[in-house]
């Protein structure tokens, strides 16, 4: 059911700023219906962006997305919001870059304004074997049309004054990979602007509902789950809600969610932390990463700094930050940008990472009908946010596996087909 | 911080240790099949609760052992 959604406009501001009016809240909420055609469980830039493009692209709107808090409470709200499409493997390139093109349009599309700032991504080179792969990714970027070259110390320093690129330090800078047309965006308003373009194309939305199993029929197991089965519904702290088509995108908790189907994956969780500084003079242009370094920093439009690392090495379900952070953070960051010694962090966060061992995201149908994921998305699932919701919609609708997310399929651990991926998506973001 | 306890350097920071992941059956090499062998390098149960895990002593007596740790709240029991 198609809902009349108040658009926004310069107009409207305008108005608001005038009368100080409520604004229109942006998406209703609903009664949870004892069946729906689609379920979704988590309400992410994924979850919602798949609901949004069912919708949108394939008339299905019979869809629900259940979120146990609230939406973009999990990775969608916790990441550092850089995106792009420099990546190493041919299927990751045409992925992501699909991905930015919509985040381009996105503003228009959903009529809510992302705040999208292609700003240009900097991917620095500390040793010999980082330039290489850089000069690699570089060249498999170009055959795929991907603006992205590599470039040196002197151009970086051009592209980012604020660096270090002297010969001094203790990891040189030895030169960039370059990318103009990476940046960041920002991400609530992502997630909002998909939970209101679903919501008013007649998706519910229910957050603090949680999935406590999924019930199926049909499997090897003595209660019906596992391969050769099928999914039948949802048993919520709501009530059962019963649906032929339930999708997982929960990111961190996908393993939880898939094993309640009996589905195993390659998957650990990891705590990933990041954190940002007060706010200042805007210094620095680009977004700046350094794999050696475990850092990556960009500068927001308030002037705050945000950093984010690699994954903590120790798997768990547990997000608080700690010291050895901290302080490792602040040493490379120094390292990089000596001048911002005196610059005090504001808060630091973490967010788990469902890691996969090829650092590529396992996505489209199981072994149990009726059950797909769209997991897997380690450090890098909110870069893919519009590009995901846009295939798995198709492959929903369509019963068969879009193009694009072909080679993510579950069936490469078994068969050894690996989209190795670690190269671009260790740490560089 | 997750402070382990290795048997033979007593208590340390996982930092100076290896996590090595969750136990899992390694099969048989002589008979696996291929799918077997893939199942044990990459699937994994990955629960929110007590698992027994790996752990590498890296820095210190270079031992592997094994230890239960909730990975809800990274408390620890056991040897």
Redesign the interface.
Known sequence: MKQSRYKYSALKLLKHGLTHGDWPRMWSSNELNSSYDVIIIGGGVHGLATAYYLAQNHGITNVAVLDKGYLGGGGSGRNTAIVRSNYLTPEGVAFYDRSLTLYNEMAHDLNLNVMFSRRGHLTLAHTDSALRTMHWRAEVNKLQGIDSSVIDPSEVKKEAPSLDVSSNTRYPILGALFHPPGGIIRHDAVVWGYARAADHLGVHLHQQTEVLDILCEGGEQSNGKGPGGKVTGVRTNKGDISAPIVVNCTAGWSSLISNMVGVDLPITTHPLQAAVTEPCKTFLPTVVVSGSLHVYVSQTDRGELVFGASVDPVGTYRINGTLEFTEELAGHVLELMPGIAEMRLLRQWAGLCDMTPDYSPVMGFTSVEGFLVDVGWGTYGFKAGPVSGETMAETIATGKTAELIQSFNIERFSTGDLVGEKGAAAVGH | ??VVPCPNCGPRS??DL??C?EVVDRPNPKNAT??EW??Y????????SWVKETWYCRTGCRKYFTIERN????EIRGQ
């Open positions: 911080m997750i996982s930092s290896r996590n992941g291929i799918e893939r199942s390098l990459y699937l994994r149960e990955n629960l929110a990975t809800a709240t990274n």
